[in-house]
């Protein structure tokens, strides 16, 4: 059974640089220049931050009329 995900990490390389690095959520905060207000490496504040970022590609997505969030991870 196959589960479609999204790899933030993985949107985010598509929306803002190559499409191919993956780089930290913190480098991702940093970048989209948001306030790091909890600690990081919790799953609690990763899954915040995490949310936080999908919620600016999918900003970007829409106003650049891209699929970027088409582009799903699966995990088996």
Same mark, same amino acid.
């Given at each position: 059974?196959?589960?479609?995900?999204?790899?933030?990490?993985?949107? @985010? !390389?598509? $929306? =803002?640089?190559? %499409? #191919?690095?993956?780089?930290?959520?913190?480098?991702?905060?940093?970048?989209?220049?948001?306030?790091?207000?909890?600690?990081?490496?919790?799953? @609690? !504040?990763? $899954? =915040?931050?995490? %949310? #936080?970022?999908?919620?600016?590609?999918?900003?970007?997505?829409?106003?650049?009329?891209?699929?970027?969030?088409?582009?799903?991870?699966?995990?088996?």
């Amino acid at each position: 059974m196959e589960l479609e995900i999204y790899d933030v990490q993985k949107l @985010f !390389s598509l $929306a =803002y640089e190559d %499409g #191919k690095q993956r780089r930290s959520l913190e480098y991702a905060i940093d970048f989209l220049k948001m306030e790091k207000d909890i600690p990081f490496h919790r799953a @609690f !504040s990763d $899954a =915040y931050y995490a %949310g #936080k970022v999908l919620e600016q590609i999918s900003l970007y997505d829409a106003s650049e009329d891209k699929t970027i969030l088409h582009n799903f991870s699966y995990d088996v």
